[in-house]
């Protein structure tokens, strides 16, 4: 089951050595695996063949050859997962072995995408559109100018200019916009990318862009200030408090599941080195739509001597989708027993397949691991907005998953998906896509010298 979900490349891997040269052959194998640990940042110049050798490995008689091999394949990273196809030539345990590489390699592939973008960028004198398209290439993140200019006229280019090796991404994005006087607006709504999937490049005087004043960075992650202000009982003397506006930000291209402040986690000093006491308490559930949200953070009314928030301290947690893999289900037909495919840290199962004159309603369930624990109400709904859609074995026809406002794609409950066919579904294999893994990131920030109103 798990072959229909790696990808087609095959090798001719061969049986194990005969028996009267397997013992050479091992410790041939055993060296390799070595010299690949000792390897792995340099060139290798045949993948495939490299592949191949450990491959065979896996079958060795001796348990510490097999264990290098497997350890030797994990070395050469996702790369490796084309070439690691089990066959029927192979032994159980290299196919089992093999099962178990790809999965772990899938796994870190996965969890590798939800970590911050990182550029590296040569820019010397060069024009703003260029720069932008050279973060674009490198981060996956989508940018749309939508700057004003006047009628037949284009947006100004000017030049900027920024040199940086692995830089994380909204550092990059932030120094670029400020010296080019413009300014990123998170809101974007698109009929190329749909919502909350890309920045929006504006006009600098537009309300409710990111600023640079009071920003702190985190991987993938981008928390600011943007409002303070102070609120007085004018019946009781004394009693009130401040409130501190922050504005959490993701790259574009992670939409999280969810995102939570523990205000355990949260801790301010004012600029006379005395501490601001929270009056928010517990945990709080963001927005995660879209690219960013709005946080409210609760604090007692500081003394009016204080001048400015020497420091807030916080942490937030995510909950974001790995790398996206792609699930074929073949052979498909009016059914209720339950088959599944897994791949990294998720299992999707199709639980049934029932025919309704000329409609097919398909019941899909996926599973992840632990980072998905407490998510069970996000997940239904979440599972059931992944793309889904039905291809004809032949590659030639894509049929979509039926409008909501069709009389009959009418869903129960649950992840079901309405297709309107013409001809049988055993005609057709079943493609979703859907993150290889949950993973929860721990996002921490410091803001500093916040002025008080």
């Known amino acids: 089951?798990?072959?229909?979900?790696?990808?087609?490349?095959?090798?001719?891997?061969?049986?194990?050595?005969?028996?009267?040269?397997?013992?050479?052959?091992?410790?041939?194998?055993?060296?390799?695996?070595?010299?690949?640990?000792?390897?792995?940042?340099?060139?290798?110049?045949?993948?495939?063949?490299?592949v191949a050798r450990l491959v065979r490995a896996l079958g060795a008689d001796k348990l510490r050859t097999r264990n290098e091999a497997e350890a030797a394949l994990l070395e050469l990273g996702p790369a490796a997962i084309p070439f690691l196809v089990p066959n029927p030539l192979q032994t159980e345990e290299q196919r089992r072995r093999i099962r178990r590489v790809v999965d772990r390699l899938r796994r870190d592939q996965?969890?590798?995408?939800?970590?911050?973008?990182?550029?590296?960028?040569?820019?010397?004198?060069?024009?703003?559109?260029?720069?932008?398209?050279?973060?674009?290439?490198?981060?996956?993140?989508?940018?749309?100018?939508?700057?004003?200019?006047?009628e037949g006229e284009l947006p100004s280019d000017p030049n900027v200019q920024l040199v940086a090796e692995e830089?994380?991404?909204?550092?990059?994005?932030?120094?670029?916009?400020?010296?080019?006087?413009?300014?990123?607006?998170?809101?974007?709504?698109?009929?190329?990318?749909?919502?909350?999937?890309?920045?929006?490049?504006?006009?600098?005087?537009?309300?409710?862009?990111?600023?640079?004043?009071?920003?702190?960075?985190?991987?993938?992650?981008?928390?600011?200030?943007?409002?303070?202000?102070?609120?007085?009982?004018?019946?009781?003397e004394g009693q009130g408090g401040l409130q501190l506006e922050l504005r959490p930000a993701w790259e574009p291209r992670l939409r999280p599941v969810s995102l939570q402040a523990d205000f355990s986690?949260?801790?301010?000093?004012?600029?006379?080195?005395?501490?601001?006491?929270?009056?928010?308490?517990?945990?709080?559930?963001?927005?995660?739509?879209?690219?960013?949200?709005?946080?409210?953070v609760h604090l007692a009314l500081p003394p009016r001597a204080a001048t400015a928030i020497q420091s807030i301290r916080g942490k937030l947690t995510a909950v974001v989708p790995g790398r996206t893999e792609t699930f074929r289900f073949e052979q498909l037909r009016q059914r209720d027993e339950e088959v599944s495919q897994q791949a990294g840290d998720v299992t999707v199962f199709l639980q049934r397949i029932v025919k309704n004159q000329e409609t097919w309603e398909i019941r899909l369930r996926a599973q992840f691991g632990d980072d998905a624990g407490g998510l069970e109400s996000h997940l239904e709904g979440w599972v059931a907005g992944n793309e889904v859609y039905l291809e004809s074995l032949n590659?030639?026809?894509?049929?979509?998953?039926?409008?909501?406002?069709?009389?009959?794609?009418?869903?129960?409950?649950?992840?079901?998906?309405?297709?309107?066919?013409?001809?049988?579904?055993?005609?057709?294999?079943?493609?979703?896509?859907?993150?290889?893994?949950?993973?929860?990131?721990e996002v921490t920030f410091e803001l500093?010298?916040?002025?008080?109103?």
């Open 167 to 236: 830089m994380p991404y909204w550092e990059a994005l932030d120094q670029l916009v400020q010296q080019a006087g413009v300014a990123i607006y998170p809101y974007a709504v698109d009929d190329e990318t749909g919502p909350g999937e890309s920045l929006v490049l504006v006009d600098a005087s537009t309300p409710g862009t990111f600023a640079q004043r009071h920003v702190a960075y985190d991987g993938a992650f981008r928390v600011e200030a943007v409002w303070i202000r102070t609120r007085s009982n004018l019946q009781r």
């Open 265 to 296: 986690q949260f801790a301010a000093v004012l600029s006379n080195g005395e501490p601001l006491a929270l009056e928010s308490t517990g945990t709080r559930s963001l927005d995660a739509f879209g690219i960013s949200s709005q946080l409210m």
């Open 1 to 50: 089951m798990l072959g229909m979900l790696l990808m087609t490349a095959t090798i001719a891997l061969g049986q194990p050595p005969a028996d009267a040269d397997r013992a050479a052959a091992d410790e041939a194998v055993a060296a390799d695996a070595a010299a690949v640990s000792e390897q792995a940042a340099a060139a290798q110049p045949d993948l495939e063949t490299q």
């Open 110 to 150: 996965a969890v590798s995408a939800t970590s911050g973008s990182k550029v590296t960028l040569q820019l010397e004198g060069v024009k703003l559109s260029v720069a932008l398209e050279q973060l674009e290439q490198q981060s996956g993140n989508k940018i749309l100018d939508r700057r004003t200019a006047p």
């Open 448 to 453: 500093t010298d916040i002025p008080l109103p």
């Open 395 to 441: 590659g030639q026809e894509k049929v979509e998953v039926a409008a909501d406002d069709d009389p009959d794609a009418v869903v129960t409950s649950g992840a079901g998906f309405i297709f309107v066919l013409d001809r049988d579904i055993s005609e057709y294999r079943l493609i979703y896509k859907t993150p290889a893994a949950l993973v929860k990131r």
